[in-house]
């Protein structure tokens, strides 16, 4: 299950006077993990798409999470969701912040210095499914039980003001699947009503916010789906099915002024009108299975994530005709699409990237960046200098097996594998 977060980077509106740009896209790939010999087949990785040079780089890698759920951006920094653990990470060189334990963690959603995280996990109980941190810090700042908080697994977040609607779906519970909006008080932190969408809202995934209203995709019991309407500041719902399949896990998004989604396994989009609560129709253009949907809110181009789960991961971009323009190859199980926009006068629109491939590797590792290589540290796991290059193309294959870290120009950190 995921969520699309469309965000501004630096803090900024999309009203500032100054002319805004997309920066970068940052695309954070789940990975592929093997549960049944509790293997990782394929890491956890973010990646950075220049929209400008139309290049793709891995930017770090998530050692030891099994997968990850949600990414957001807020002002110099964003925020990583993976298994059990919530990372910040800085916007500009990619490096990790700050980290902290949460098992179990789903979404996230920030208001002023407040972090909310959601929690669920398959076969697992917790006694809260609602835990807050200080977003400067990371450090632990209120766990809201079950006895004043959300009793089920929660999942996506989204913020009006200082209210956060959490969907509570119980989701990895088969048969017991709730449809509830649990509103939250990020200034008080308190936990406040809880609205029920209605047995035909049952198992709330995807929410968005739009002309004054709060819409869910729902689920169900996995076997149909359905669309809710929640007035902002309101108490009740209306809900319209749309389908007798699921939507899968979470592949809907705002495009325009209406809502979009792909019933599971499916390969075609179809869209929904939210101000009449009735399904329009397919949209032509799109003819692929996708994964994640997102729309980037300056040109209004859409992004469209593939994959297979194990071998391959893809972004395919349609303009605002449904016109497909470009794509790019990218890591595992892409399923969260972020955008990051900024002035184009930002002092900081240069920023440094880099990603190292082949990863795992047992002889060469290439380093492809976006500006000229002055300086390469590879460490091994204890930090102990093994080598200090200036070449794109470095030889390792006299290193021991393990885990190294390689810095470029003194600046981004990237882990790499050597067989």
């Known amino acids: 299950m995921k969520k699309v977060f469309l965000t501004l980077g630096l803090g900024l509106s999309l009203f500032t006077q100054a002319q805004n740009t997309l920066h ?36 770090d890698t998530l050692e030891g999470m099994r997968f990850a759920s949600d990414l957001i951006i807020d002002g110099n920094y964003y925020y990583v969701a993976a298994d059990t653990k919530i990372f910040k990470l800085d916007l500009n060189t990619h490096q990790e912040v700050a980290s902290v334990n949460c098992p179990g963690v789903r979404n996230l959603g920030i208001y002023q210095n407040v972090l909310l995280a959601t929690r669920g996990e398959y076969l697992t109980t917790y006694d809260s499914y609602l835990q807050v941190f200080n977003s400067n810090t990371l450090q632990f ?145 799109y003819n692929r299975n996708f994964y994640e949907l997102a729309e980037e809110p300056l040109s209004g181009n859409f992004y469209a994530s593939e994959t297979d789960y194990f071998s391959f991961g893809k972004v395919y971009i349609y303009d605002s005709g449904n016109n497909e323009t470009s794509s790019f190859l990218c890591g595992i199980s892409p399923g969260s699409i972020v955008f990051d926009v900024r002035p184009s006068n930002s002092i900081q629109e240069q920023s440094f990237t880099f990603g190292v491939y082949p990863n795992p590797t047992s002889d060469i590792i290439t380093v492809n960046t976006n500006m000229p290589i002055e300086q390469v540290e590879i460490k091994d796991a204890s930090g102990r200098l093994m080598v200090q290059s200036t070449d794109k193309e470095i030889n390792v294959s006299y290193l021991a097996k393990g885990t190294y870290s390689i810095r470029v120009n003194n600046t981004s950190v990237q882990h790499f594998v050597k067989l």
Request: hydrophobic share 35%.
């Open 24 to 59: 970068q896209v940052l695309i954070l790939n789940e990975g592929n993990y093997d549960y049944t010999n509790s293997v990782q087949i394929e890491p956890v990785t973010i990646g950075s798409y220049n929209p400008v040079n139309q290049s793709y780089t891995v930017v």
């Open 141 to 285: 700042m209120a766990s809201i039980d079950t006895l004043i908080g959300p009793k089920w697994a929660t999942q996506n977040i989204v913020i009006d003001g200082a209210t956060a609607y959490i969907a509570v779906n119980n989701g990895y519970e088969w048969g017991n699947e709730k449809g509830l909006v649990g509103l939250f008080d990020m200034n008080t932190l308190t936990y406040g009503n809880e609205i029920d969408l209605g047995p035909d809202g049952k198992n709330p995934d995807n929410l968005v916010i739009s002309n004054g209203a709060l819409y869910t995709v729902n689920n169900k019991d996995w076997s149909g789906a359905s669309v809710s309407k929640i007035t902002l500041g309101g108490a009740t719902s209306t809900t319209s099915n749309i389908a007798f399949a699921s939507t899968g896990c979470g592949t809907s998004a705002l495009k325009g002024n209406n809502l979009v989604y792909q019933i599971s396994m499916d390969n075609v989009l179809q869209e929904f009108d939210i101000n009449g609560m009735a399904n329009v129709g397919p949209i032509v253009g």
